[in-house]
C-alpha cells in the first residue's frame, strides 16, 4: 500500500481531509513523508486538533496517544536560535505574547508552551494546549518565519483581554 493510500484509509478519510491532499515526489516517485504534503489550512487545522486531542478523532483513536505525547516532547535540541527544539515532526517553543512587538498591548505578557510543524515558505501549524488552541498560517514568501509575529503579537495577545 503506498503512504498516500495508507493516510487516506487511517487518517484522511476519518478526519474529512479533502481528496485533494497530496505528497511531493521525487524524480523517482518517491515520497519521503517529512515534507511536501499539499493540504488546505482547514485541513491542516484538523491536524493540530487531532494532536490537541491526544491523537483522537470524534471518538476513534486514529494516533496513539503515547506517539502524540513524544512527537510533542524534546526528542532533539534542534538548531538552536528562535525555532526551538524538535520532536518528531512537531517544533515545541514557548512563545510570550507580544514578543516580536509589532502591536502595542495593553495586557502584562505571558509565554504559552507550544508545538508547532513548521513548512516550507513559512506555513505553521501552531498547537497551544493551555489555551486549547490550534491556528494555522498559510504563506507563500522567502521568510519563513514571517508569520510568527501574527500568531504571539495578535493571536495570543486576543487571549490577553477580559
Avoid at 53 to 72: M, R
Avoid at 91 to 112: C, D, L, M
Wanted: charged share 15%; aromatic share 18%; net charge negative.
Amino acid at each position: 500500500m503506498s503512504q498516500k493510500e495508507y493516510c487516506r484509509l487511517h487518517l484522511f478519510d476519518p478526519m474529512g481531509i479533502s481528496e485533494n491532499a497530496h505528497w511531493w515526489k521525487d524524480g523517482q516517485g518517491i515520497v519521503d513523508g517529512g515534507d511536501g504534503l499539499q493540504i488546505s489550512s482547514r485541513d491542516a487545522a484538523k491536524f493540530g486538533q487531532l494532536f490537541l486531542n491526544g491523537g483522537n478523532w470524534n471518538g476513534e483513536q486514529l494516533v496513539p496517544a503515547a506517539w502524540v505525547e513524544a512527537s510533542t516532547s524534546i526528542q532533539n535540541p534542534g538548531p538552536g536560535g528562535s525555532t526551538g527544539q524538535y520532536g518528531y515532526q512537531w517544533w515545541i517553543r514557548t512563545h510570550v505574547t507580544g514578543e516580536y512587538g509589532t502591536h502595542a498591548t495593553p495586557y502584562k505578557n505571558q509565554s504559552f508552551d507550544t508545538y508547532f510543524a513548521f513548512g516550507y515558505g513559512g506555513q505553521f501549524i501552531y498547537v497551544v494546549p493551555e489555551l486549547e488552541l490550534v491556528t494555522v498560517f498559510t504563506c507563500r514568501g522567502y521568510n519563513f518565519y514571517a508569520p510568527r509575529p501574527y500568531f504571539t503579537d495578535y493571536v495570543l495577545n486576543a487571549y490577553m483581554g477580559e
